[in-house]
Nanobody, 125 residues
Framework: QVQLVESGGGLVQAGGSLRLSCAAS????????MGWFRQAPGKEREFVAA????????NYEDSVKGRFTISRDNAKSTVSLQMNSLKPEDTAVYYC??????????????????WGQGTQVTVSS
């Protein structure tokens, strides 16, 4: 299994930016689709973005398209999420995970594993 640790969260005003990072250890994750998910209080965990092992294909939730950018550096075993033009509705705990089943472009949290501990993102108005 892969151990994942998220970092980079914090408090930011609406319209601001944050860059989240996910560091992997334990084994290589370069062969897997990596995804970012988020969970707000009282809501289910939802898909945010994903990227294939080569970075050739990316997948975004509609609400973050044009604002968030996912990237990965397999040599450094990291995946990042650049978040721009943040909105209060982006407030959530953000998690990274590796796809362990399903199709390469799955958006289902059940198809991912090795979840990190999460990093809190709070966007104030």
């Amino acid at each position: 299994q892969v151990q994942l640790v998220e970092s980079g969260g914090g408090l930011v005003q609406a319209g601001g930016s944050l860059r989240l990072s996910c560091a992997a250890s334990g084994r290589s994750f370069s062969g897997s689709t990596m995804g970012w998910f988020r969970q707000a209080p009282g809501k289910e965990r939802e898909f945010v973005a994903a990227i294939t092992w080569s970075g050739a294909y990316t997948n975004y939730e509609d609400s973050v398209k044009g604002r968030f950018t996912i990237s990965r550096d397999n040599a450094k075993s990291t995946v990042s999420l650049q978040m721009n033009s943040l909105k209060p509705e982006d407030t959530a705990v953000y998690y990274c995970a590796a796809r362990v089943r399903g199709s390469w472009n799955s958006r289902d949290p059940a198809d991912f594993g090795s979840w990190g501990q999460g990093t809190q993102v709070t966007v104030s108005s």
